[in-house]
């Protein structure tokens, strides 16, 4: 898929290019999600505005879903300033401690549809178990295979169990070889 060019006009109006038609910033979204890549531009300067656009759509849909993305997260990102990509991943929460806000937002939002009574609670109970379930904050496609991790091991050079097993076994044949030796020289010189 080739990226869609959007000008912004001095009126902060958006034209798509390709479809020739003025687009809105929910419609940038439905194409992001769409899986398209979307360019922002100046309609005048030709400055890159595509930081900025994508930072208008997140903070409306934090003002109209509210809870969008966790607050360390946004805490994050304000904390990080103008610093790198990698700072930014250094400020923002550990993968843990996503998953606790994850589930806290999770709990957060079924209390809520409880409270409106827009779920019975024991729904809402049995529902925040499965969603919290441990095979759910882990799934297998984390993990690699072992097969994965041998290859992985056998590219740097890293010996596997079995090697080093082998090993183990050569030291001791070795070890038990200069063990005799060692006695059958002290036995000549008595």
């Known amino acids: 898929m080739s990226t869609l060019l959007i000008k912004r006009y001095p009126n902060r109006k958006l034209y798509d290019t ?16 769409g899986g398209h890549e979307v360019q922002v ?16 759509i997140i903070f409306e849909q934090e003002k ?13 990102l304000v904390q990080s300033g103008g610093e790198t990509l990698n700072a930014i991943r250094r400020n923002l ?7 606790r806000h994850v589930d806290e937002e999770i709990e957060h ?22 969603l919290l379930s441990s095979s759910n904050l ?15 091991l056998k590219q740097h050079g ?3 169990r079995q090697e080093l097993d082998m090993l183990y076994g050569q030291l001791d044949a070795l070890s038990a070889k200069l063990d005799t030796l ?3 020289n002290t036995d000549e010189h008595r």
């Open 64 to 76: 109209k879903q509210g809870g969008f993305l966790p607050t360390a997260v946004l805490r994050g």
């Open 93 to 99: 929460a550990s993968p843990l401690d996503l998953l």
């Open 182 to 184: 060692i006695a059958e």
């Open 158 to 160: 890293i010996p596997t």
């Open 41 to 56: 531009v100046d309609h005048m300067t030709d400055e890159d505005l595509t930081a900025v656009t994508l930072t208008q």
């Open 138 to 152: 882990w799934p297998e496609s984390l993990f690699p295979s072992e097969q994965e991790v041998e290859t992985v």
């Open 109 to 130: 939002r079924l209390q809520a549809m409880i409270n409106r009574g827009e779920l019975a609670r024991e729904e809402g109970l049995r529902l925040r178990d499965k």
């Open 18 to 33: 390709e479809s020739k038609q003025y687009v809105t910033l929910q419609g940038i979204a439905e194409l992001i999600r």
